[in-house]
């Protein structure tokens, strides 16, 4: 039996998240049998439980801001190497999510190879670039970064883009590196017939499906919701833009209502958070088009879930997001017009033509993206 511990996601079930959602399809869609999940779940307290087949241990990780997390990943590596020890375990890969624990990486890293462990990173994207950390934490992050390529035995990348980031960046290190995406599901939302929740949830917000574009994202700014919102007001389309996002009590929030006033134009529509999959996947399939800003990260999993389930993409022009769409997805950038002309083209295109573009972009998710692809490759590597 494979031991395999994975560290760095809130937990298990699922909530929300690229992580928790990846390891939610790992397990669940375990293909490998010879393998036993151990997953390290973050709560306020300390138990023990089997989800999908895996072993869940919750921890009671004190609430302290920024440095929760990274404290959650250090408990979490010192249960697991008390556990090997406890029950004899001589052979077994230890799976980090996200680069927070470089302070300390070498000293664990060290302490599992003494066991006969391996220790594989996911370094996720440039989390040392979003504006939402101060110059300090930002520093931390890179630095943090830079210690888990060093000392990793394996680095697994969700992006082309991120995995020659890291070989240029730290070729100094020669870094052993793969490259193995996110996974989605193209199969259509599992919605009972007497379900009525999505149906009330439009009427609520007055959106009528086929007849939105749909934005779901956290609101910072390096997703680009100033151009987005910016742009398409200025766009001459009636249909409404419905975002999906968790704006109450957000510093941006307040920023772009004061700068772009937004309030006075019915189409823009802010309708907080839908945590439920099957329900949003419905939202997403009702939608006319989405909207992708995102321009920090690697493979973003809104972005498949997008390409699963909207007819039409369209996308911030960087590395990271034409990597994933190709020619699947039309692009924008953040240059005066250029999303509100795409806008207003898009409106007079075909039925054809709009069904063109879904085919190919499920054809994206079904030849690169599929869950059994991206869990047959991760077992490969366990």
């Keep these: 039996m494979k031991n395999v511990f994975i560290l760095g996601c809130k937990g298990i079930p699922a909530n929300y998240g690229g992580y928790e959602t990846f390891v939610e ?56 190497l008390k556990y090997v020890k406890k029950n004899d375990i ?54 943090s970064e830079g210690k888990m390529v060093r000392y990793a035995d394996l680095l697994i990348c969700d992006s082309v883009n991120i995995e020659e980031y890291i070989k240029t960046e730290y070729s100094k290190y020669n870094p052993k590196t793969t490259f193995i995406a996110y996974g989605a599901d193209v199969s259509k939302a599992k919605i009972e017939s007497n379900d009525t929740w999505v149906d009330d949830w439009m009427k609520s917000f007055d959106i009528k499906p086929k007849n939105y574009y749909l934005i779901v994202g956290r609101f910072v700014p390096e997703n680009n919701y100033e151009t987005m919102i910016k742009e398409f007001m200025k766009s001459k389309i009636e249909k409404d833009l419905v975002i999906v996002t968790n704006y109450k009590d957000n510093k941006l929030y307040d920023e772009l209502k004061d700068k772009l006033h937004f309030e006075n134009d019915k189409r823009i529509k802010f309708v907080g958070t839908v945590y439920q999959p099957e329900y949003l996947k419905k939202i997403r399939e009702d939608a006319y ?12 999993p809104s972005l498949l879930e997008a390409l699963a389930s909207t007819q039409l993409n369209l ?49 994206v998710i079904i030849d690169r993206y599929n869950w059994n692809l991206i869990v047959t490759n991760y077992e490969k590597e366990m």
């Excluded at 490998?32 to 307290?45: F, L, M, W």
């Excluded at 994933?324 to 795409?342: E, H, K, R």
């Design 25 to 80: 399809n790992l397990t669940k869609r375990q293909i490998n049998k010879e393998i036993k999940y151990h997953v390290a779940c973050i709560g306020d307290e300390e138990k023990e439980y089997e989800y999908n087949g895996a072993h869940c241990f919750q921890m009671k990780v004190p609430h302290f801001g920024p440095a929760r997390a990274m404290y959650a990943d250090i408990m979490a590596f010192k249960y697991l």
């Design 90 to 143: 001589k052979d077994f890969k230890v799976l980090v999510l996200a680069c927070r624990m470089g302070i300390v990486f070498k000293k664990y890293v060290k302490k599992a190879h003494k066991l006969g462990g391996k220790v594989i990173v996911n370094p996720d994207g440039h989390e040392w670039k979003r504006s939402k950390w101060s110059k300090p934490i930002k520093k931390y992050w890179k630095y």
């Design 289 to 300: 088009g989405y909207i992708h800003g995102h321009s920090v990260g690697g493979t973003n």
């Design 315 to 363: 996308l911030f022009d960087c590395g990271f997001n034409k990597e994933v769409g190709q020619d699947s997805s039309l692009y924008w950038s953040c240059d005066d017009g250029s999303l509100s002309d795409l806008l207003n083209n898009c409106d007079s295109l075909s039925n054809e033509t709009i069904k063109d573009y879904d085919l190919k972009s499920t054809n």
